[in-house]
């Protein structure tokens, strides 16, 4: 089972750019597919970003234009840059790494946009 770490959170102005990591265990890292989730206080869980193991990638409509996801399979490790960062981009972001019958998150990393 594939363990993972983020890192990267913290508090930003509008309009600042913070970049998240998550660190993955193991050697199978290219077989998954990568996701960055976020929960926001008194909300559900939301899917961000997910970048496959071919490297496709898909957004949700409200980070479109704005965050980036990356990875890099050498360094077993996905990235989110967040740019024009919005009060509404506060939350918990979740690293979550996904294959046919395996899914495994991280512990969380917090984003706080507020000036």
């Known amino acids: 089972q594939v363990q993972l770490a983020e890192s990267g959170g913290g508090l930003v102005q509008p309009g600042g750019s913070l970049r998240l990591s998550c660190v993955a265990s193991?050697?199978?890292?290219?077989?998954?597919?990568m996701s960055w989730y976020r929960q926001a206080p008194g909300k559900q869980r939301e899917l961000v970003a997910t970048?496959?193991?071919?490297?496709?990638?898909n957004y949700a409509d409200s980070v479109k234009g704005r965050f980036t996801i990356s990875r890099d399979n050498a360094k077993n490790s996905v990235y989110l840059q967040m740019n024009s960062l919005k009060p509404e981009d506060t939350a918990v972001y979740y690293c979550?790494?996904?294959?046919?019958?395996?899914?495994?998150w991280g512990q969380g990393t917090q984003v706080t946009v507020s000036s």
């Open positions: 970048i496959t193991s071919g490297g496709s990638r």
């Open positions: 193991g050697n199978i890292f290219s077989s998954y597919a």
């Open positions: 979550n790494a996904a294959r046919t019958y395996s899914s495994a």
